[in-house]
């Protein structure tokens, strides 16, 4: 049972254009939202979160927006840079209970110069 | 500061054998966590730590043992190492509860 989706595994972005990364969810207790960056051979890296009682948090290049009505979030990147290309985890959690954080599967961003 | 610190990077393992994996943070984090990420797959959570001495069970903790005795370290130990436990594990640590925290670098696990 898949609680968080990401349903395109890839996403192929000119540099300096928009990158736009979907994340889905069907949990209605997830009320905190991480996303992460992830190179090859590294952990990831924590990029931005939003908390259920904001739909924008913004941060430099990167903007977060919840649609709570329908379980949707997504990640802006403008202007995309090839430094970014990377795959992106969506991850959501629950204040009730304990630290779980359940991620996605994840979308391979591609920057094309 | 070095982060989150994992060794070994890679490890190929017998069926049965048993072996820890070693995680150490150095900002004083008290929130400790072991991910285990399969191919294609998004991370699932193992075992987590919410300071020295307490520890609680995570989605996937099957086949694995944690302990912390100390705010630094979080070893992970696996004990009869089976193909299903094939995996990359990262460790990761934070300062406060919901928090993006840090991941280590991981560790590849291969077991044959």
């Known amino acids: 049972d898949q609680q968080v989706k990401q349903n395109s595994p890839s996403l192929s972005v000119q540099e300096g254009r928009i990158s736009i990364l979907n994340c889905d969810y069907t949990?209605?207790?997830?009320?905190?939202f991480l996303w992460y960056k992830k190179y090859p051979a590294e952990g990831p890296t924590f990029l931005i979160s939003?908390?259920?009682?904001?739909d924008k948090n913004e941060d430099g290049r990167f903007t977060v927006f919840l649609n709570k009505s329908a379980k949707h979030l997504s990640l802006h990147i403008v202007p995309s840079q090839p430094g970014d290309s990377a795959v992106y985890f969506c991850?959501?959690?629950?204040?009730?209970?304990?630290?779980?954080?359940?991620f996605g599967t994840g979308t391979r961003l591609t920057i094309i110069p | 500061n070095a982060g989150v610190t994992q060794t070994p990077k890679f490890r190929i393992l017998k069926i049965g054998q048993s072996m820890t994996l070693q995680c150490a943070q150095d900002?004083?984090?008290?929130?400790m966590y072991w991910y285990r990420q399969d191919p294609g797959m998004g991370l699932k959570l193992i075992y987590y730590?919410?300071?020295?001495?307490?520890?609680d069970k995570g989605e996937v903790p099957n086949g694995y043992n944690v302990s912390r005795s100390t705010t630094e370290d979080f070893p992970l130990r696996l004990e009869l190492a089976a193909p299903s436990q094939t995996s990359v594990y990262f460790c990761?640590?934070?300062?406060?509860?919901?928090?993006?925290?840090?991941f280590g670098p991981g560790t590849r696990l291969t077991v044959l």
């Open positions: 990761a640590s934070s300062y406060s509860k919901g928090t993006g925290g840090f």
């Open positions: 939003i908390s259920s009682i904001k």
């Open positions: 949990n209605s207790m997830f009320d905190y």
């Open positions: 991850a959501a959690k629950s204040n009730f209970g304990n630290e779980k954080l359940t």
């Open positions: 900002m004083n984090h008290n929130y």
């Open positions: 730590s919410v300071g020295a001495g307490i520890t």
